[in-house]
């Protein structure tokens, strides 16, 4: 029996209307376009707007897209896996909610939080549901309102972050194509260097964790500078070698969109040129799931059948990780 591959045979994604520019953000906090760019790279994010909106809101219409590039009905999808870490709720998952809105009646689906390399793992557990022959067709979401933890007084990661969303459909081939490989990392010692204070089983919410501006992202900038720029470049030129993959056979690099500084050193240490490299952090900021999608989904056109594509991100926890993959199909069709 011919082995069976999981490859990407869409993409879909939506970033909200709202434009927060560098200059915007300077009335806001102290800060200055030219402090951003320099030490980050970003030039402007997309805010999600609006009472009651959420990351299920931004997935909804990163899979709607998804659906009608792939011609697919919402009662055919198996499988919803969802990457975020700003769920709708606490529970349930947002993957539920997502469904229930799209009317993705017949699957099954689940959340992975694993900060900015949620998309990768997500990746790879659709993968596996797909190589099993039990399912056709997973959709795997990266959507994220970084917004809603965004401290917008904390001069060092306000202006990192952006809310978008970014989608994949993944179906079984026999062909040598999809995902080929990957390679995932965690060390929880990092925590302790990027982490939400309050607000889980161990410090629940209270007036005092609010008042103490506990609820938003708590980011310790260069110690987890330090460890993404090793830990990416160290996976990603591991993947290379392993798969005897050089900077000419190597078509694309789609890196996690977190700092230029991080994406440049990746890259470098892969020996490879500025025009393989998929970067739109300046922007979109660092959307952290759903970073790696808006990439492919921003290059689909240029992306051909075959194309060798490695996926490399660092986030929260520590995670990090790559994957190899040959890509599905003609982006220009």
Known sequence: MAKINAVITGVGAYVPDYILTNQELSTMVDTSDEWIMTRIGIKERRILKGEGKGSSDLAVESISELLRKTNTSPEEVDLVICATVTPDMQFPATANIISDKLGINNAFGFDINAGCSGFLYALATGTKYVQSGLYKKVIVVGTEKMSSIVDYTDRQTCPIFGDGSGAVMLEPTTEDIGVMDEMLHSAGFGRKHLHQKAGGSCKPSSHETVDAREHYIYQEG???????????????????????????????????????????????????????????????????????????????????????????????????????????YDGDK
């Open 222 to 328: 260069r110690h987890v500078f330090k460890h993404a720029v090793s830990n990416m470049a160290d996976v990603s030129v591991e993947m290379m070698q392993k798969h005897g993959l050089t900077n000419e056979t190597l078509d694309w690099l789609v890196p996690h969109q977190a700092n230029n500084r991080i994406i440049e050193a990746t890259a470098e240490r892969m020996e490879l040129p500025k025009e393989k490299v998929m970067i739109n952090i300046q922007k979109f900021g660092n959307t952290t799931s759903a970073t790696l999608p808006l990439c492919l989904w921003e290059w689909e056109d240029e992306l051909k059948k075959g194309d060798n594509i490695i996926l490399s991100a660092f986030g929260a926890g520590f995670t990090w990780g790559a994957i190899y993959l040959k890509w599905g």
